[in-house]
């Protein structure tokens, strides 16, 4: 089993509407948890992070976690074409420390069509 | 103020060759990460350093890939010999203590 599993898709969304990716880790102690949007050909970029259990809103975007499901969400209500990028969900297993390993999901391919 | 700075951005080189690959982390992140990126294997991590100490290099792949941090900023990633499947993106990324980390470019390596 991975420790970090995406839908690899590709996730097709209509312009607007909200789009909705899932990841689940196999950690039940990691505490720390992120978003990265990688558009093609360029490096990660770090969108959200969430530690605690709920909803977390920053803008267009909402992260959602459940520790006790070992699922995190990520939701972007109105989509635009822009947001046409790949998602990778990421884990930290030793919470705040510096020191701490993080393991990358393979990510979701997310489409906005027009 | 300038993020994570790699070179080369391209490197092309023959197999058996020697390839050095540079990071400058952001000033005061303690932490770096070295990654590689392939389409088959997603993104994965080699090895990372704390305040220049090798904390974890489990993810390296071989004996042919070792790393180092004399200093708070500068990294490299050397890879001798090179061989065709080391063909790949390679990502240096650091953080100041917050788990959330900043990449640099890249460095797309192609051996042939």
């Known amino acids: 089993q991975k420790e970090v599993e995406q839908n690899s898709g590709p996730l097709s969304v209509p312009e607007g509407a909200i789009a909705s990716l899932n990841c689940t880790y196999s950690?039940?102690?990691?505490?720390?948890f992120f978003w990265y949007r990688q558009y093609s050909g360029k490096s990660p970029e770090l969108i959200m992070s969430i530690y605690s259990n709920g909803d977390k809103e920053d803008g267009r975007f909402t992260a959602q976690l459940n520790k006790a499901s070992q699922y995190v969400s990520l939701l972007i209500r109105d989509s635009q074409p822009s947001d046409s990028a790949t998602y990778l969900c990421a884990v930290n297993a030793r919470g705040y420390s510096s020191a701490s390993k993080i393991i990358f999901g393979s990510g979701t391919r997310l489409s906005i069509r027009p | 103020d300038a993020g994570v700075i790699q070179s080369p951005r391209h490197e092309v080189t023959e197999m058996g060759q020697e390839v050095t690959l540079r990071c400058k982390p952001i000033s005061g992140h303690n932490s770096l990460f070295w990654y590689r990126q392939t389409m088959m294997r997603g993104l994965e991590l080699l090895i990372y350093f704390n305040n220049n100490v090798p904390i974890d290099d489990s993810g390296m792949p071989e004996d042919r890939f070792s790393a180092k941090m004399p200093n708070a900023s500068f990294s490299t990633l050397k890879i001798q010999p090179s061989e065709p499947r080391d063909s790949a993106v390679y990502f240096c990324a650091s953080t100041p203590g917050d788990p959330g980390q900043f990449f640099g470019p890249g460095t797309r390596l192609t051996v042939l």
């Open positions: 950690d039940r102690g990691s505490q720390s």
